[in-house]
């Protein structure tokens, strides 16, 4: 749509049509609610947390057993929304979490599945290393588990997606229009973008990492990179390849080091036919904070590359360790590098939904029908405190830290 001055009124406003707010779009439209979504680029963009081809998808998540159950039902909408587009939105390829034995990939992995109840198969050194040749430069303590519920996502196709299905349900889509305002009134929220006035009683704000621009809340973005390999042999990343996705699948891996790397072999049915995708995990000294306005979206070679390159050579000998392509992108973490969603300080008037913390993509149906239902007053579909933005951290009170107060979502800096 172009630049207007007519005022437009919905139920709800959804700010930031990325991962999350897509998501929110489309399962607030389902529902039937009035929703306008504004987007500052074009829909399916490559400049915020949600570009490339593919993000690992895993319900085991190590990162907090209270994402299970968030995996879980973004599992279910990954269909129901692919279904409804006609395209594969995930694919449970399966994957591989590999590491010392007593690890925290390998243990989280453990843990959370059990917490899951996901079947997953423990592999031997012996065994993993005649499963999956690629992995020879094992430590002797290392071990592997295989979870047939992980596997890909699709980032860019996915936000098209739930865009898509939303507008077929009749929200209203504002793309390349940037919300420079948010007011809070009596009685809910005044936002400008562009040449519009929009207003509604209540708001959703997902704008990735330009969240801390708007919302006083501790949430850094992060500069964060991301890479594709090949292997030695020109074959080794076509079909059927030692590095092609069906025998060089899903991974997380931990070196004796510490030091984990995560990717999954060359997608030649669905992905983006750049060969092997890897990065390294932001352990707080690999990638640098950002301002996302001002990015830097060059990659520098010794800079970027020196630290994943000699991990690569490291894990996976018959690789070439030098990374073919880099795309800069950027993720946004919090102070517990869990997500931060609900309602600042109970304002009912206002949802938030940032801190993705780099493992944010595989749940976004989940996230998104998460802030339709709290947006709503509908009780949420699992236990979602772990997420609140006024959670205690650490012997420390979020709450003081993390008011939403009007004042500070009054106006955008950018
Ligand atoms: C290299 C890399 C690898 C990753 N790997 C994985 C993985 O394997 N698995 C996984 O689950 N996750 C992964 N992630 C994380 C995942 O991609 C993010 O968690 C997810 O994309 C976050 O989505 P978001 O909606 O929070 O942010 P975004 O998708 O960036 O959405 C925010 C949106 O808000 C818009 N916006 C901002 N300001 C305004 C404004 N003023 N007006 C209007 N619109 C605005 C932006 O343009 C943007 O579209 C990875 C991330 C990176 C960078």
Redesign the pocket.
């Known amino acids: 749509m172009t630049g207007s001055t007519t005022p437009l009124e919905a139920d709800v406003i959804v ?9 929110a779009l489309w399962r607030l439209a389902s529902r039937g609610v009035r929703v306008i979504g ?4 074009g829909i399916g ?1 490559n ?6 081809a ?5 319900i085991a998540c190590m990162e907090h057993p209270g994402l299970a159950p968030i995996a879980l039902r973004a599992r279910d909408l990954w269909y129901e929304l692919g279904a409804a587009t006609g395209q594969t939105l995930l694919r449970q390829t399966g994957g591989l979490m590999v590491g010392p034995a007593d690890g925290q990939v390998v243990t989280g992995t453990l843990r959370a599945a059990e917490h899951a109840g996901i079947d997953v198969t423990v592999l031997d050194n012996a065994e993993l290393a005649k499963q999956f040749p690629q992995y020879a430069a094992l430590g002797p303590d290392h071990i592997g588990v295989w979870d047939p519920a992980a596997g890909l ?1 699709y ?1 860019e196709r996915g ?1 098209r997606a739930a865009v898509a299905a939303a507008e077929e349900l009749g929200a209203t889509v504002l793309s390349d ?4 305002n948010i007011d809070l009134v009596d009685g809910g929220v005044v936002v400008r ?1 562009g040449g519009y006035t929009l207003r509604a009683p209540r708001i959703v704000m ?6 801390p ?2 919302v006083d809340v501790p949430l850094v973005a ?1 500069r ?3 890479f594709w390999f090949e292997g030695e042999n020109p074959g080794d990343i076509e079909a059927g390849g030692a590095y092609a996705l069906e025998n060089f699948p ?1 991974f997380i891996r931990q070196l004796s080091d510490g030091t984990s790397l ?1 990717g999954h072999g060359a997608d030649t049915e669905d992905g983006d036919g750049y060969a092997v995708k890897m ?1 390294l995990e932001d352990a707080g000294e690999v990638f640098s904070d950002a301002d ?1 306005d001002e990015v830097d979206r060059y990659i520098h070679r010794d800079a970027d590359t020196t630290l994943l390159s000699e991990a690569v050579g490291r894990a996976f000998p018959g690789m070439n360790p030098e990374p073919f392509k880099a ?1 800069p ?4 973490n919090s102070v517990d590098r869990q ?1 931060v969603i609900g309602r600042p300080g109970g304002d009912e008037r206002i949802v938030i ?12 149906p989940a ?1 998104g029908e998460i802030l339709a239902q709290l947006v709503l007053d509908e009780e949420p579909f699992t236990d979602v405190a772990f997420m609140s933005p006024d959670r205690t951290y650490d012997g420390t009170s979020w709450a003081d830290d993390m008011t939403v107060a009007p004042r500070a979502v009054a106006t ?1 800096q ?1």
């Open positions: 700010v930031g049509l990325g991962a999350w707010g897509s998501q504004v987007e500052r680029f963009h400049l915020g947390s949600t570009h490339g593919t993000r690992l998808f895993r996502a980032p936000v229009t940037r919300v420079t973008a997902a704008m990735g990492a330009w969240m621009k708007f992060r964060t990179p991301m899903v995560w990065g996302a795309i992108c950027i993720v946004t997500f939904a940032g801190g993705d913390s780099g493992h944010g993509f595989k749940h976004a996230i955008a950018s």
